[in-house]
């Protein structure tokens, strides 16, 4: 069981830029994966990026060059810095994990969520 927060969200002009923070109830070092996601109004939830426990990560093609996941161990917070925003960005943005291994995001679901923090992004 792990409870995730989510912090950081905001509104900002396109090329702006934002960090958001998720604070985890347990180890991170203990998680396997954790992930951002976010959803826009109307369209499905979809992946963003992801860590897993060895430090890899991966990106959606929308986000990569632009976006950077990361995490603090000694913090247990996952971050991700989100530079030369676009108004396609505007989402609630979702912290994810998973005790499984494998491919991270893992592609049928993570089993723990937070409840989101809200990006604006205006033109």
């Known amino acids: 069981q792990v409870d995730l927060v989510e912090s950081g969200g905001g509104s900002v002009q396109a090329g702006g830029s934002l960090n958001l923070s998720c604070a985890a109830s347990t180890y991170t070092s203990y998680i396997a994966c954790m992930a951002w996601f976010r959803q826009a109004p109307g369209k499905q939830r979809e992946e963003v990026a992801g860590?897993?426990?060895?430090?890899?990560?991966r990106y959606s093609d929308s986000v990569k060059g632009r976006f950077t996941i990361t995490k603090d161990n000694a913090k247990n917070t996952l971050y991700l810095q989100m530079n030369s925003l676009k108004p396609e960005d505007t989402a609630m943005y979702y912290c994810a994990a998973d005790f499984r291994y494998g491919r991270c995001p893992l592609e049928h679901g993570m089993d723990y969520w937070g409840k989101g923090t809200l990006v604006t992004i205006s033109s």
């Open positions: 860590m897993d426990s060895g430090g890899n990560t």
